[in-house]
C-alpha cells in the first residue's frame, strides 16, 4: 500500500512562491491520480489540483494561473508548485491517493508578511 510524506511548506511573503514534494513509499505510485488539498484554519479540506497517471491536470478555478500540479513517476513523487501566493492561501496542504483513504500527514504554509 502507498504511503505518503509531504514536505516544503513554510512561511512565505505574500507575492512568494514555495514548492511542495509529496513523496510516495510502497508500489503502485505510477497506477494512482493524485491530488493536493488543504485546509486553512477554521475551514472544511478543498480540493486544490489533481493529476492523472497521465499526467493530465485539472485545478480549482482559485488556483488556476498560480499552481502547478507535477509528478515524477521514477521518483515516486507529486509537486505544487505555489506562486503569487497570498494570505488566503495559508492552510495545511495534504497529498491525497485518488479513490483511496490514503492521505499524507500535511505540510504547513503560512503566507504573511
Known amino acids: 500500500q502507498v504511503q505518503l510524506v509531504e514536505s516544503g511548506g513554510g512561511l512565505v511573503q505574500p507575492g512568494g512562491s514555495l514548492r511542495l514534494s509529496c513523496a510516495a513509499s510502497g508500489s503502485g505510485f505510477s497506477r494512482y491520480a493524485m491530488a493536493w488539498y488543504r485546509q486553512a484554519p477554521g475551514k472544511q479540506r478543498e480540493l486544490v489540483a489533481i493529476?492523472?497517471?497521465?499526467?493530465?491536470?485539472t485545478y480549482v478555478d482559485s488556483m488556476k494561473g498560480r499552481f502547478t500540479i507535477s509528478r515524477d513517476n521514477a521518483e515516486n513523487t507529486v509537486y505544487l508548485q505555489m506562486s503569487s501566493l497570498k494570505p488566503e492561501d495559508t492552510a495545511v496542504y495534504y497529498c491525497?491517493?485518488?479513490?483511496?483513504?490514503?492521505w499524507g500527514q500535511g505540510t504547513q504554509v503560512t503566507v504573511s508578511s
Open positions: 493529476i492523472t497517471s497521465g499526467g493530465s491536470t
Open positions: 491525497y491517493v485518488w479513490g483511496t483513504s490514503i
